[in-house]
């Protein structure tokens, strides 16, 4: 079944405490992306790659890092997490880019103390 | 299920009816939109998209307009089923100067409550 899968899907963690949140997809997608979702706000960019070893900002990165060492993966990393990165998270692919269509996954509850 | 909005707008249909949710979009050299439905405790799901050089798309039982002069997208969903109620949002491809980038802009979103 063609998909992509977060874990975790729930995270309780404190001030400071590095954490990482996987990303995988096995549709052979060159394009990932993650956002976040907060009440209010809608969905934000934060991070995207259009290929392997090759990552760009979005519009709210301060904070996050990425990686795309392998096409299939793509870890967000928060290096010292903080209360107003509490929110919802999802990670996305496409074939190619935004104008294709993005497949989205199940989403990560964050929530730091 | 995940709540993705305390204060959402909302609209709220009987099960039959035709709904039409608004949007209105920032960028007006913006050259491709999508709608995406997000059913609770879940990630967004592509539903339709448009780009700049039409004014209408259809798809199953979905249409979507597109009002450059006024910047504003709907969506419009025929004979509204149960099954439609989510949270429905809009996105933009941002332009630069450069051309079409790799980032979405997303709207606010809206909750659809389909009454049986």
């Known amino acids: 079944e063609a998909q992509v899968t977060q874990n975790p899907r729930y995270l309780i963690t404190v001030t400071g405490k590095k954490l990482t949140v996987t990303c995988s997809q096995n549709m052979n997608h060159e394009y990932m992306s993650w956002y976040r979702q907060d009440p209010g706000l809608g969905l934000r960019q934060i991070y995207y790659s259009m290929n392997v070893e090759v990552t760009d900002k979005g519009d709210v990165p301060e904070g996050y890092k990425v990686s795309r060492k392998e096409k299939r993966n793509f870890p967000l990393i928060l290096e010292s997490p903080s209360p107003n990165q509490t929110s919802l998270y999802f990670c996305?692919?496409?074939?190619?880019?935004?104008?294709?269509?993005?497949?989205f996954g199940p989403g990560t509850r964050l929530l730091v103390l | 299920g995940e709540s993705v909005g305390l204060h959402l707008p909302t609209l709220s249909v009987q099960e039959g009816d035709n709904s039409i949710i608004n949007c209105a979009y920032s960028?007006?050299?913006?050259?491709?939109f999508i709608w995406y439905k997000q059913e609770s405790g879940k990630g967004p799901q592509f539903i339709i998209d448009?780009?700049?050089?039409?004014d209408k798309r259809q798809g199953q039982r979905v249409t979507v307009l597109l009002n450059k002069t006024v910047k504003h997208l709907s969506l419009q969903i025929a004979a509204t089923q149960p099954g439609d109620s989510a949270v429905y949002f809009c996105?933009?491809?941002?332009?630069?100067?450069?051309?079409?980038?790799?980032?979405?802009?997303f709207g606010t979103g809206t909750l659809l409550a389909v009454q049986p």
């Open positions: 960028n007006s050299a913006s050259d491709y």
């Open positions: 996305a692919s496409s074939l190619s880019g935004v104008q294709e269509t993005q497949y």
């Open positions: 448009i780009r700049s050089n039409m």
């Open positions: 996105a933009e491809n941002m332009m630069n100067y450069g051309g079409a980038t790799n980032k979405l802009i």
